[in-house]
């Protein structure tokens, strides 16, 4: 929600300056107007493209999440010295994430309540996927939580390359189609 406000006034403060630079230089409040509108727009394409980004982002950090629980579990640390560690030695972009997931461990106590805090906080499938598989383990018993760990990153690696593959695919004909639209015959 504060990204989201944050976002909404840099927009609208980007649009209010344009709007004064056109009054300023042209004198003119309909040519203002008109500036202003695509100023506008401007802006929320942008927010559009840079959410859009920081989400890619996020999908394609997990797997190297897994990479580092499987490196952490396997060297003889708990599944909560694991999580921890990603919050000084895991992917930049989830680190804030984990050192939250940290401090709320300390206060609390409690592994599950923390986690499940930690996956409504990150709200991505492969966030989902790995917690829920560190939650049963916690319930049930880990023995074969490395070679859980070792599927799930595979899987998120092919997933990773068909969304690539698929986007690539959807460029072309996208582009293909504005090249038609624009063909004179």
Avoid at 49 to 56: D, L, P, Q, S, T
Avoid at 77 to 91: E, F, K, Q
Avoid at 148 to 157: A, C, E, K, S, W
Wanted: proline residues 3%; positive net charge; contains cysteine.
């Amino acid at each position: 929600i504060i990204k989201g406000n944050r976002n909404f006034l840099s927009c609208a403060l980007n649009s209010i300056g344009v709007s004064i630079v056109v009054l300023a230089w042209t004198k003119s409040m309909v040519g203002t107007f008109a500036f202003l509108c695509f100023a506008v727009g401007l802006a929320g394409a942008s927010g559009r493209n840079r959410g859009r980004r920081e989400a890619v982002a996020m999908v394609q950090v997990w797997p190297e999440v897994t990479d580092h629980l499987i490196s952490a579990i396997h060297s003889g640390l708990s599944l909560s010295d694991a999580l921890v560690g990603l919050g000084n030695r895991g992917p930049e972009k989830v680190r804030p994430y984990f050192l939250t997931f940290h401090q709320e461990l300390l206060t609390s106590g409690d592994f599950v309540d923390s986690t499940q805090k930690l996956k409504e906080r990150l709200d991505s499938p492969g966030s989902d996927q790995i917690l829920e598989a560190i939650l049963l383990a916690k319930s049930l018993g880990g023995s074969e939580l490395l070679q859980i760990f070792r599927t799930l990153g595979d899987f998120l690696r092919q997933d990773l390359a068909l969304r690539k593959e698929i986007e690539i695919k959807h460029g072309w004909i996208k582009n293909s189609a504005h090249l038609s639209s624009a063909a004179p015959w």
